[in-house]
T-cell receptor
């Protein structure tokens, strides 16, 4: 399809394991964002890519979280040594440019992570 | 820091009722304001937006007016339908990379 695609849609893992979540943005969108949505809360910013570089990673909660976008398209969010508090829905969004004050974010359906 | 506060849900209405979902914000500068909607089983999608004071955003019968004096962006619809049942998120962006979202308000519309 033409929308933002996220895989897996659901991931259940055990505490301490490593997890990768993938995002395939809309073709041609240079800006890519990761958000985290905890139960009953709105999306919380994690990291923003413009092209291949992370322009702002100030929302990553700690150094267990890392994201890459090596070719300026697909991005992977990596979580090391998962903890139960990491359980949430991880949302990916893309936009045509980084000017989200006037532009629109296009979201995927999210990857639901459950850490047991 | 910048923040968005919206009314807690769930909001339950009968079909054809009038809807208001309150949203107020705190921001430095002059933010753009947005309402996003999340239908069951789908990703968030933009419903409407307003980029400056007194602008009115509208889409699918929904409206919201950017009120700088009251720092508000309340969502309204004159006659809701069952298909409007969803979670609604108010959001702002002050021109940077981050869009700040409220906690969301779940709307149930009964036939």
């Amino acid at each position: 399809g033409a929308g933002v695609s996220q895989t897996p849609s659901n991931k259940v893992t055990e505490k301490g394991k490593y997890v990768e979540l993938r995002c395939d943005p809309i073709s041609g969108h240079t800006a890519l964002y990761w958000y985290r949505q905890s139960l009953g809360q709105g999306p919380e910013f994690l990291i923003y890519f413009q092209g291949t570089g992370a322009a702002d990673d100030s929302g990553l909660p700690n150094d267990r979280f890392f994201a890459v976008r090596p070719e300026g398209s697909v991005s992977t969010l990596k979580i090391q040594r998962t903890e139960r508090g990491d359980s949430a829905v991880y949302l990916c969004a893309s936009s045509a440019t980084g000017a989200t004050n006037t532009g629109e974010l296009f979201f995927g359906e999210g990857s639901r992570l459950t850490v047991l | 820091g910048d923040s968005v506060t919206q009314m807690e849900g769930p909001v339950t209405l009968s079909e054809e009722a009038f809807l208001t979902i309150n949203c107020t914000y705190t921001a430095t500068g002059y933010p753009s304001l947005f309402w996003y909607v999340q239908y069951p089983g789908e990703g968030l999608q933009l419903l409407l937006k307003a980029t400056k004071a007194d602008d009115k955003g509208s889409n699918k019968g929904f409206e919201a007016t950017y009120r700088k004096e009251t720092t508000s962006f309340h969502l309204e619809k004159g006659s809701v339908q069952v298909s409007d049942s969803a979670v609604y998120f108010c959001a702002l962006n002050t021109g940077g990379f981050k869009t700040i979202f409220g906690a969301g308000t779940r709307l149930f519309v009964k036939a």
